[in-house]
């Protein structure tokens, strides 16, 4: 996930020169915008998902080692 973050990062970083006088027109640079606002929605949504897939496993792995646990006192 690191080098997903990082390329988009420096897809990111080539925005800072669009949206200089590189682009001639302001509905240009306005759609430009929006495009950039989608792609760190993207990253976003992405990292979250992430975070929640990893979240959902070690509560699943944290369950299964407690009952593993009980059930080693049982006997």
Do not use: H
């Amino acid at each position: 996930m690191e080098k997903f973050n990082d390329f988009i990062v420096l897809i990111l970083s080539y925005f800072s020169f669009v949206f200089t006088d590189i682009t001639p027109t302001a509905e240009d640079k306005y759609f430009i915008g929006w495009f950039y606002d989608g792609i760190v929605g993207a990253m976003i949504g992405a990292n979250f998902i992430v975070m929640a897939c990893n979240m959902i496993l070690n509560g699943a792995n944290k369950i299964k080692k407690m009952i593993f646990q009980c059930k080693k006192k049982k006997r």
